[in-house]
């Protein structure tokens, strides 16, 4: 049976624990034919990003016309977009409707700190999106307010719904909930609360890439928004118990996104 094909719009992570790479590796661990459109290349390891090259929007726009040509893509996922002209090319592609289920994790902080985006990238994109996925810094970011309880969590996504996404899921992995990674979910059918016990390590690299990666999939399958971000996150739960003790690079490492430790 031939497999279903998802896009992944992003930055390439030479550590491979993150954007493209990881996304090609969620796609493909979860059943998923996986194509790319590189938006930006990056220097960065398990320690950090050392340096950040974005592409020149008609490059990006070749990329992404020459998939769409010869592809039925079923759902597409954004990750860093590095500038907004490059926002703006990709957003020129999902208002003439060429990019379905589209999936927009905001990428605006790298794990390690270092700023990949900016918000008025993201801001370009979000009325678009079927689902957005920004974590509690970058729903701070986007909101301008602050964002550290689940109580603000749920505040932030009911606001960015209102700007355009037809479901928003604040993901609060960094934010303190009783020894709960609790994520928010909010769209047309109201406020949900999502929970799981907290993965307690620092291999976290690419969990929000990877959580986007994984929606993207499911509802390219066919799930609806609610299935698809809950699947999603036990999917995420289990690809950071796998990689808990593992030892690549001296950082915060990256995932199992294949279960080659269960």
């Not at 592409?55 to 020459?66: A, F, I, M, R």
């Not at 999936?103 to 390690?112: G, I, Q, R």
């Not at 907290?198 to 609610?226: E, I, M, N």
Request: charged content about 15%; aromatic content about 4%; hydrophobic content about 45%.
């Amino acid at each position: 049976m031939t497999p279903t094909t998802v896009l992944t719009v992003a930055g390439s992570d030479s550590g491979g624990g993150a954007g493209i790479q990881a996304d090609l590796k969620v796609f493909a661990a979860l059943g998923a034919y996986g194509t790319s459109v590189l938006t930006a290349v990056t220097a960065q390891n398990t320690r950090g990003v050392d340096a950040v090259l974005p592409l020149p929007p008609q490059t990006v726009t070749d990329q992404l016309d020459s998939v769409l040509s010869d592809f039925a893509v079923r759902a597409v996922k954004t990750g860093m977009l590095g500038t907004p002209a490059v926002a703006g090319a990709i957003a020129d592609a999902a208002a003439a409707g060429r990019l379905p289920q589209l999936v927009v994790d905001p990428v605006l902080v790298a794990t390690s700190g270092h700023r990949l985006g900016v918000v008025e990238a993201v801001e370009r994109l979000l009325p678009y999106a079927r689902v957005a996925t920004p974590n509690s810094a970058e729903a701070a970011a986007l909101t301008g307010a602050p964002v550290t309880s689940v109580a603000e969590m749920a505040t932030a996504a009911r606001a960015l719904a209102a700007g355009g996404p037809e479901w928003v899921v604040v993901t609060g992995g960094d934010v303190d909930a009783d020894g709960e990674a609790v994520d928010v979910l909010h769209g047309p059918d109201g406020t949900t609360v999502l929970r799981a016990p907290r993965v307690p390590t620092r291999h976290t690299h690419g969990t929000g890439c990877s959580f986007s990666a994984a929606t993207a999939v499911r509802l390219a399958l066919g799930d609806p928004v609610p299935a698809a971000v809950s699947a999603a996150k036990e999917y995420v739960t289990r690809a950071l118990t796998g990689a808990q003790g593992w030892k690549l690079g001296a950082g915060r490492g990256p995932l199992d996104h294949f279960g080659w430790s269960a």
